[in-house]
C-alpha cells in the first residue's frame, strides 16, 4: 500500500474502523474537527464530534456564563458526511464504491450547544444515486438531548467496474 492510498479491506476488521481510520488519515477537516464512528450498520450510520470552541460561533454580546453555540456549518458537514457513508454501506461493496453529493438539504432547529451526534438512514440506494436522512441532536445546557438540525443528501454513486 502506497503513503498516500486509504487503507484496505484487508487492514482492518469492519467498516467502521476502516471509515475512522480514513477520516484520522485521509481527511484533515474531519479530522480536525473531531469526528468519530460511533455506529455502523446496513443502511445506517451515526457519527459524533465533540463541542469545542473553536467551532462555534463569535456572539461579543453572550454573557460570560453563556457557552456559545457551534457554527450551523458543523452540523451541514455531519449531515453530508455521515449521509454519504450510510450510502456506502447499503451497497455490496462498500470499500471500493465511491460517492459525491448530489443535494443537500439542511433545516436548522435550534442552537447546537454541546457535543453533536449525527445518525443517518438510507431511504433509497439506486443503480447510480442513493438518498438519505440525517437527525443532529446536541445536548442543552439544562443536559437535555434534543434534535439541533435535520437533513438529507442525495449521493452520486460510482460503483467499480
Do not use: C
Amino acid at each position: 500500500m502506497s503513503d498516500d492510498s486509504p487503507a484496505s479491506v484487508e487492514d482492518v476488521d469492519d467498516i467502521a474502523e476502516f471509515l475512522q481510520n480514513y477520516i484520522d488519515e485521509y481527511h484533515e477537516f474531519l479530522s480536525w474537527i473531531g469526528t468519530s464512528v460511533d455506529d455502523v450498520d446496513n443502511g445506517t450510520m451515526t457519527l459524533s464530534i465533540p463541542y469545542d470552541e473553536k467551532l462555534t460561533n463569535i456572539r461579543p454580546h453572550a454573557g460570560e456564563d453563556q457557552r456559545p453555540d457551534i457554527h450551523g456549518g458543523i452540523a451541514a458537514t455531519l449531515i453530508d458526511t455521515v449521509g454519504g457513508f450510510a450510502i456506502q454501506t447499503d451497497l455490496e461493496d462498500p470499500f471500493s464504491t465511491g460517492v459525491a453529493t448530489i443535494n443537500l438539504n439542511v433545516n436548522y432547529l435550534r442552537p447546537a450547544t454541546g457535543d453533536l451526534e449525527a445518525t443517518a438512514e438510507v431511504v433509497r440506494v439506486g443503480s447510480t444515486v442513493g438518498v438519505s436522512e440525517v437527525t443532529v441532536e446536541s445536548t442543552t445546557p439544562d443536559g437535555e438531548t434534543k434534535a439541533v438540525a435535520t437533513g438529507q443528501g442525495s449521493y452520486r454513486i460510482f460503483r467499480p467496474e
